[in-house]
């Protein structure tokens, strides 16, 4: 009868410990899926406001292959000139649990950016009374296309709430250079990330 007991009871704690410790999101052969909505600080006076889908094939455990495709909207302050991109790459996943059920996921990225942005030109009119007006300003052209390459570093900290949803917040990094005019631009920002695996 007490063999009968401790058999039970040993049957219990292994289903409850399997029950708070889910299988990890980044198991070799799983697909994750993740979205993710964030903001970024650029140079001095411009924000970002980026939005996009990703997707992600884990070769082992814990590390992955991925790909991306973001949105970016964003305002420069100063002149209120805006700039709309989107941006489009391939990029390394991986975890590095912490704790049962927290980990953070280092996620480098490599894209093609493409960048419509506003172009500002200075103007002014002379005339005088009677025979027009006198004056001068900003005139805004029509939005001009560039083409950048992405580099990218987001630390995510991922809370796992089961088998196959988490969610996460962290900062990111990026470089952005146009090979034309070797151009750059840095930002920095806050991203919140939520996976899927299936």
Known sequence: MIKMIALCMSVF?????AQTQPEHLSGRGRLLIAGELGGWWQNHDN????LGPSVAYFLRDRI?????????????????LRQRSYDVGVSSVNELPLAERL???PIVSVGYLRRNEDSPSFGVQATTPGVGQIGGGLSVFSPVARNWMHFGLFLPLVYQINSHVGVGMGPDVALDWAPD????????????????SI
Do not use: C
Request: charged share 10%; net charge positive; proline share 2%.
């Open 13 to 17: 704690a292994a289903t409850a410990s």
């Open 47 to 50: 924000w970002h406001v980026n």
């Open 64 to 80: 992955g292959l991925g790909a991306y495709l973001t949105y970016r909207n964003a305002r420069q302050s100063f002149w209120g």
């Open 103 to 105: 980990s953070l996921w």
């Open 181 to 196: 005019t070797t151009a750059t631009d840095v930002q920095v920002g806050l991203k919140t990330w939520i996976p899927i």
